[in-house]
Every structure is written in C-alpha cells, then in structure tokens.
C-alpha cells in the first residue's frame, strides 16, 4: 500500500475513531440527545453504534477488513446522519450548521461505500 492510501486511511479511520470515543465518553448525554431526536432505545442504540464507528475507524486506519469495516461506518452513518442532522427541520439559525454536518456526514458515507467495495475481506 502506498503513502498517499496508508495517509488516507490514517486521516479518514482515526476522524471516526475520535469521533466514536468522544461519543463514548460522554455516552449518557450522547443517548439523551438521541433520545430527544427520537432514537427509539437511545441508550442502547447509541453505545452500539459508536462501537461499531470506533471498531470501523480502527479497522480502517490498520487497513483491515476494509468490507466489514466500511459497512459497518456506512451503517453509522446511515443510520444517524438524517435523524441527528435534519436540517429541513430546523429554524433558519440552526439550519446552515445541521446542513454542514448532514454534508460532511454524507462525504464520509461516500468513503466508507468506497471501502465496503473495495478489496478482499480476507485483509
């Protein structure tokens, strides 16, 4: 693998990764917020989907099972990005910012299908 990929994967996995464990860290505020969104079962449904973000950043930036750990980011994010991010929902003040975020989270999707059809599981 060359430099620019190995970089890429560093830069795209470990993004995620700090994402996963910030959300874990504050795992009780993380899920009330869900929960306020509407996430049926918050306090469930968010520990489990930041582990699966946390193991598919990790597995991205090691270079492993890029199948398993590009599906499991794209259904992260899928999963969060139109109910965390309803900019159409939002007043004009809050509408710019939830639409950078629903953006940003949409690119990072693009990444992660890119890794789901990408090489080998046996990686």
């Keep these: ?3 620019l990929e190995t970089l ?3 830069l795209f996995g470990g993004v995620l990764a700090y994402t996963a464990i910030d959300n874990l860290r504050d795992i009780e505020g993380m899920s009330a917020y869900a929960d306020s969104k509407g996430v049926p079962a918050a306090d469930r449904l968010v520990p489990l ?3 699966m973000l946390l193991f598919g ?3 991205t930036v090691l270079g492993r099972a890029p199948r ?3 599906g499991a980011i794209a259904a992260f994010l899928v999963g969060v990005t139109p ?3 309803d900019f159409w929902n939002k007043d004009e003040e809050e509408r710019d ?3 950078i975020h629903f953006l940003k989270n949409t690119a990072m999707l693009g990444g992660a299908l890119f890794f789901l059809g990408s090489g ?3 990686n």
Aim: zero cysteines; proline letters at 4%; hydrophobic letters at 40%.
């Design 8 to 10: 890429g994967r560093a």
């Design 1 to 3: 693998m060359g430099r």
């Design 68 to 70: 398993l750990a590009g």
């Design 83 to 85: 109910t965390m991010h």
């Design 49 to 51: 989907s930041s582990v």
């Design 97 to 99: 910012s939830q639409l």
């Design 57 to 59: 950043g990790i597995a």
């Design 120 to 122: 080998p599981e046996e």
